[in-house]
């Protein structure tokens, strides 16, 4: 599900989307060979039919902030996908190990509400207020920072708000955990980050088991190759002229024959891996079927002496005949290949590394975990001195660094928008804390943060909002607490310090929602008038959008009214300046602040070419054209916050092109190419931005350099992006598309992504 404000409920998510997922999961459950992964679908199976049973009975108000009756929009929900709430709380359900151990403690009963009022007695205060000092906790869920905060107010001598937000809580003390886990130690500073915690590094590599096709490439460079060649020497010494069997066996012969039998069978019985050796056709079993055959005094037959004649000589003639120098070099590298530690043993060895770590934290210095087997590691472990770590073990150890932001993209531990989004709330925890003077305080709001950017967003109805930090009972609390200037400034920086990191670490690609999130927190705790603007799913879009897409739809016209990109796109910005001056005027008039824009609606349709909203098609046409007027928050965060991506928007606009050729090679024979064609459109429509913010000598330059990039990927992504890139030097040159976005007879296309009528012209060749 997209995290956005703004989406609603389709036709197609009520029950029958609930049910189809419950089948899905059931389907797993039953069939699934792994029993993780059956377990996991037995869960899922729960929390859908709760999710049925809670739409069935009006327990559940699909598209609500407060989905769950009877909780308030502070509690935070437990969602499954698609943004349907279950009708849990995500702080409730069976005490966990820690209340109970704390209940014990205390000497109350093990249930949350005598917790809850232990929690306020002078020893319990007194508790809460040690873990305030030595950080020795953990927030999971945001509820149990609540009487953390109680104990804050109540120490600070602010008895009154303490008691206010105690009146709040309490109707639910039975309920929900208000109370924080104990942690061995206190969180670790958030200026460095990491994507995976050293234990989570140790999960993943314990769980690596052999691999079965290595394991029987293993042996049969062990085991079985050496065994036929001992089978071909029996063999050859049969041999005259070339020529097995050209003299009879002897007696001694026949005897050692018949142990190299016995040896097979024993081999066979301990070695199963691979069973190469027991296919008719293969050389070793024709050797050993026909020495099966002789030892037990049968005369072998015509067709199977040709077939071991022929099985002998091709052996030779592949390999030379054992002893002999190419034989003997190739039996030596296919031993050293061998003799290899596997993946699932160079795991443990890493795995044992990483034991001797802090496991709650990422590692400060990951080259000293996969540096190659140590003398002292030989000796311990009998793996080969100075075997190297394999690629893939050094990257799930890599994945555990501990580094600022900017390191962690450049080391591409951090490959995407996606999981840099995932890392940031990390950072704007510290950020947002810096408001907070008291030390105390100041890392519980850290802590608070955390645990409230895993809240999962809901499936919201009629442009409601998800709810913010700021609503929630604990925070509000101590919201006079803040201090401004020097944390309005510190959120600033840190806004464009993230803003930069996205736009060049991953440029083409639109910021993901969560991203958009976590910066438009900084925008507000920055005082900054910075709209930032969601990505909105076609399949769920009604046709509305809200008021500050029109505010960044302005902000992109201070940027680039009358540059490049307006011209390609066609877009009148002091049109929409004018548009937005009316419906603000409005407003005033009435007295009623809207919260939606139709007129911008209704010109992003116009643009469409579409009548409102309908198809899945028609509404991502219509969602693109708000993109391209507000440039998807590329205007406002060069505009308003002021970020300044390195080393410039030339090169930026080659990395976009670049994208965008990687995307188009992929619609070669692709099945279903439209959401790689939209993905390329998008990284076109960020290659036109910067594009336009090149000085006119640069901006030549990089038209020029056009065909030198295509020319390095294959025929069919020159042929196809053609149009395009003549639409973008016609426009640069002065012209201009028709109403239809072509020119020059179609030789010249403006590149949008959807395509509300027929097959999108990027998915044919040129004379197809």
């Known amino acids: ?213 290595v394991e029987a490439q293993r042996e049969a460079l062990t085991v079985w190759q050496p065994f036929a060649d001992e089978l071909l020497v ?20 026949l005897a050692r024959g018949a142990a190299l039998l016995d040896r097979y069978r024993r081999l066979a019985a301990a070695h199963t891996h691979c069973g190469k050796h027991r296919k008719p056709k293969e050389n070793l079993a024709i050797l050993r079927a026909s020495l099966e055959t002789t030892v037990a005094g049968r005369p072998l037959e015509a067709r199977r002496l040709g077939l071991l004649r022929h099985a002998v000589s091709s052996m030779v003639r592949r390999r030379g005949a054992p002893g002999s120098v190419a034989h003997t070099a190739l039996r030596a590298r296919q031993a050293a290949q061998a003799a290899l530690p596997s993946h699932h043993t160079m795991a443990q060895l890493v795995l044992r590394r990483l034991g001797e770590l802090p496991q709650d934290v990422g590692a400060a ?93 809901l499936l919201l109805l009629n442009l409601e909002r998800q709810v913010r930090v700021d609503e929630l009972p604990w925070v509000r609390a101590v919201a006079g607490q803040r201090a401004a200037g020097a944390a309005q400034d510190e959120a600033l920086t840190t806004l464009r310090h993230l803003g930069e990191l996205a736009v060049q670490g991953f440029p083409g690609t639109l910021l993901p929602n969560p991203l958009i999130r976590e910066l438009s927190s900084l925008a507000r705790q920055a005082d900054l008038d910075a709209p930032l603007v969601e990505e909105l799913a076609a399949d769920i879009f009604m046709g509305t959008f809200s008021r500050k897409f029109l505010t960044a739809a302005r902000i992109a016209g201070e940027l680039l009214g009358g540059t490049l990109y ?34 911008f609606a209704r010109l992003c349709s116009e643009r469409a070419g579409v009548s409102g909203h309908g198809s899945v098609a028609e509404n991502g046409a219509v969602i693109e054209q ?32 670049r994208t965008v050729c990687r995307l188009t090679a992929q619609v070669q024979h692709h099945p279903r190419p439209l959401a790689t064609i939209k993905d390329a459109a998008y990284a076109w429509r960020h290659l036109v931005f910067h594009l336009a913010l090149c000085e006119p000598g640069e901006q030549a330059r990089v038209l020029a350099w056009l065909d030198e990039e295509s020319a390095r990927h294959p025929r069919h ?26 020119a020059r007879g179609g030789r010249a296309r403006r590149f949008l992504g959807w395509s509300a009528r027929g097959r999108h012209w990027l998915s044919t060749l040129p004379g197809e």
């Open 365 to 457: 210095d990951v080259e000293s975990l996969v540096v190659p087997v140590t003398e002292e590691e030989h000796w311990e472990t009998d793996l080969p001195r100075g075997a190297a770590v394999p690629a893939a073990i050094r990257q799930v150890v890599g994945s555990t660094l501990s580094a600022p932001v900017g390191t962690l993209i450049e080391r591409g531990v951090v490959p995407s928008a996606e999981v840099l989004a995932e890392l940031v709330p990390q950072l704007v925890a510290t950020t947002t804390a810096q408001a907070y003077p008291d030390a105390a305080l100041r890392r519980l709001m850290a802590a608070h943060y955390r645990a409230f950017a895993r809240r999962r967003s």
């Open 626 to 657: 708000a993109q391209i007027l507000t440039t998807h928050n590329l205007a406002t965060l060069v505009g308003r916050v002021g970020i300044a991506p390195e080393p410039g928007p030339a090169d930026l606009a080659r990395r976009c092109f």
């Open 1 to 213: 599900m997209n995290d956005d404000a703004e989406q609603q409920l389709p036709v197609t998510s009520g029950p029958p989307y609930a049910q189809a997922q419950l089948a899905g999961a059931f389907g797993t459950a039953l069939t699934h060979e792994d029993a993780a992964t059956r377990r996991r679908a037995e869960e899922r199976i729960r929390r859908w039919r709760s999710v049925l049973d809670g739409i069935a009975t009006g327990r559940l108000t699909v598209g609500s902030r407060t989905p769950v009756a009877g909780l308030p929009a502070w509690v935070t929900p437990e969602v499954v996908r698609g943004g349907f709430a279950t009708g849990a709380a995500s702080a409730g359900g069976p005490l966990l190990p820690y209340e109970r151990d704390a209940a014990r403690r205390a000497g109350v009963p093990a249930e949350r509400r005598a917790l809850f009022a232990y929690s306020l007695t002078e020893d319990g205060l007194a508790g809460l207020c040690r873990m305030l000092d030595d950080g020795c906790y953990d927030v999971a869920v945001p509820e149990e920072a609540a009487l953390l905060t109680v104990a804050w107010l109540v120490r600070s001598g602010q008895v009154v708000e303490a008691l206010e937000l105690v009146d709040v809580l309490e109707p639910f003390a039975g309920q929900l955990r208000f109370t924080p886990r104990p942690a061995a130690a206190p969180a670790p500073d958030a200026s460095a980050l990491h994507r995976r915690t050293v234990a989570e590094a140790g999960q993943a590599l314990a769980g690596r088991r052999p691999h079965a096709a």
């Open 566 to 599: 307006a011209r390609y796109y066609g877009i009148d910005y002091a049109a929409l300046r004018n548009l937005a001056i009316v419906e603000t005027s409005t407003a005033l008039v009435s007295g009623h602040q809207p919260r939606t824009s139709p007129g």
């Open 234 to 253: 029996h063999w050859l010494e049969t041999a005259e002229g070339g020529r097995v069997l050209a003299r009879t066996p002897d007696e001694e012969w």
């Open 717 to 742: 992504v020159t042929a196809r992006l053609a149009p395009a890139v003549a639409g973008l030097r016609l426009v640069a040159g002065g012209g201009s598309f028709g109403p239809d976005g072509t």
